[in-house]
């Protein structure tokens, strides 16, 4: 007898699991879970998106809005996932935030499915201990995508550094650089930035203004190659005010507007 009992010990722990497993219905803006009304969605077109895109709002039963969640686009897609967009979800009265996938098709209705089988809700609220391990156990971190749109400028103009480390072309600012050279290595390094502060490249070299190449790396694209730099003229000395490798970076910086990274 005792031997049949521990044999069945899985299967009651198997039939305890499924008990404990909550369902839902959306139907109509309203989420029910377990046969109780839980909660209220409300849909609403992002104009800003031409309506492609949607934001949730979720209030309880008696009207408290509870949860806000807003398309996230500042995001990098997944590119083993195109079938879904990346959400903010602000539980409000929780005081947590969290990014969650929400499907492209019939996004309100997977924004309900995941509300649904969350397990954050207790009472016509929000358990904000649930709310955590929700957050824990299916928020993602995806990496934010960097925007690398240029400066729309004359590009026929002379390209000039600036003494504040500005680079202007066409009497627009298009971008800036900063010495980050590490002097135990012997080689000299630059880091390259458009104005709103996303970096471009980093270029490294050695033999300051008589330069003959670099090693550049673009983070647009992510690619390191060796670039060209030489020029016909041998510097012996440089008195520049704007950086002691003006020459070789006005070369530098040519090359990234030619190739379209600044």
Not at 154 to 172: A, F, G, Y
Request: charged share 25%; with cysteine; aromatic share 10%.
């Amino acid at each position: 007898m005792k031997k049949l009992f521990l044999m069945m010990l899985p299967l009651f722990g198997a039939f305890s699991l499924l008990a404990q497993k909550s369902e839902y219905t959306y139907v109509e803006g309203l989420l029910t879970i377990d046969g109780v009304e839980v909660a209220k969605i409300t849909k609403i077109k992002d104009t800003e998106n031409m309506g492609l895109t949607s934001t949730f709002e979720v209030s309880s039963m008696d009207g408290e809005k509870l949860i806000i969640a807003a398309y996230a686009g500042e995001f990098e897609q997944d590119p083993n996932n195109n079938m879904d967009h990346f959400y903010r979800i602000t539980f409000l009265t929780a005081n947590q935030i969290g990014i969650f996938t929400v499907s492209k098709m019939g996004a309100e209705k997977s924004f309900a499915k995941l509300l649904g089988k969350s397990g954050i809700f207790a009472d016509g609220k929000l358990d904000d201990q649930k709310v955590q391990e929700f957050i824990a156990k299916k928020g993602k971190a995806p990496k934010i995508a960097m925007d690398y749109t240029l400066v729309g400028r004359n590009k026929s103009w002379p390209i000039n550094l600036k003494e504040d480390k500005n680079i202007e072309q066409d009497s627009k600012t298009i971008g800036s650089f900063k010495d980050i050279s590490v002097k135990s290595t012997g080689n000299d390094t630059y880091e390259f930035k458009l104005p709103s502060g996303v970096t471009i490249a980093k270029a490294t070299f050695t033999g300051g203004n008589n330069a003959k190449n670099c090693e550049m790396q673009t983070m647009k694209d992510n690619l390191k190659r060796v670039v060209p730099m030489g020029s016909s003229d041998n510097v012996t000395f440089s008195a520049s005010s704007i950086d002691r490798n003006q020459l070789v970076l006005e070369r530098i910086v040519k090359w990234l507007v030619a190739n379209q990274y600044l």
